[in-house]
């Protein structure tokens, strides 16, 4: 078995993902019936980034989500610490750097803009590893974070919530290099705040404004909040 604990133990969940990263993107895909490309464009609109600014994409992995936000025109730094998928991602051309979230090897102050795609859940201090991104980010810069959420709808809530700790590691078992990991996927979703308990918490960590838009009926949320100076 290799998957991480919800204690979350740094050297257990690099491993973990060091487990997955050969076939990471495609089980993603398969597991998000194809949702995760529309939540990556709509991560980089939401960050509304300009020609030549700096983002850093934190919790990149193999750096799929790097190179749509490159797109703009912005340069973008992909910064994972699982040595594996930043290994996997080797032929995407966009800078990458091997870090953790909660040490991050940057100064003070050198990102116009810093995201977190579905990789915040997966810190062993949520509200440091914010802190942390706020240190990094300019006064004025913004935030996105995208990561599984709450469906707002009961109903479908309590499929989604089947399908989780049931429907989904029988399918990684069949696409996933690692199918144990998506055990912890399962029940690290399940444990982690709603919309607003995140938005809270973003707010406390030297950012302000804090604002959120459902995706996939609440499936996932995007959360946009701007440095504070």
């Not at 934190?58 to 799929?64: E, S």
């Not at 990789?119 to 990561?147: H, K, S, Y």
């Not at 109903?155 to 590691?169: C, D, G, S």
């Not at 982690?192 to 938005?199: F, R, S, V, Y």
Request: proline share 4%; glycine share 8%; hydrophobic share 45%.
């Amino acid at each position: 078995m290799n998957r991480a604990s919800l204690q979350k133990d740094p050297r257990e969940v690099a491993s973990m993902f060091d487990g997955v990263a050969r076939r990471y993107d495609v089980t993603n895909t398969v597991l998000s019936f194809g949702q995760d490309r529309s939540w990556r464009r709509a991560t980089r609109r939401a960050l509304d980034l300009r020609p030549g600014e700096r983002v850093l994409d934190l919790a990149a992995g193999t750096a799929v989500s790097t190179v749509e936000l490159a797109r703009s025109g912005a340069w973008c730094a992909a910064t994972d610490f699982s040595q594996g998928m930043l290994a996997a991602g080797r032929g995407r051309a966009v800078p990458k750097v091997a870090g953790d979230a909660l040490h991050l090897p940057y100064a003070d102050a050198s990102f116009d803009a810093v995201t977190i795609s579905f990789g915040l859940r997966n810190v062993a201090d949520t509200d440091a590893a914010l802190a942390e991104m706020a240190r990094v980010t300019r006064p004025g810069g913004r935030l996105v974070v995208c990561e599984f959420s709450t469906p707002v709808f009961g109903p479908f809530r309590t499929v989604y919530m089947e399908y989780l700790m049931k429907a989904l590691p029988q399918v990684a078992e069949a696409v996933s290099s690692n199918p144990d990991a998506y055990v912890y996927l399962a029940e690290s979703i399940r444990a982690w705040p709603d919309q607003h308990g995140l938005a809270e918490r973003i707010d406390a960590a030297g950012w302000s404004g804090t604002e959120w838009r459902n995706l996939t009926g609440g499936i996932t949320a995007l959360h946009r909040a701007v440095r504070r100076a």
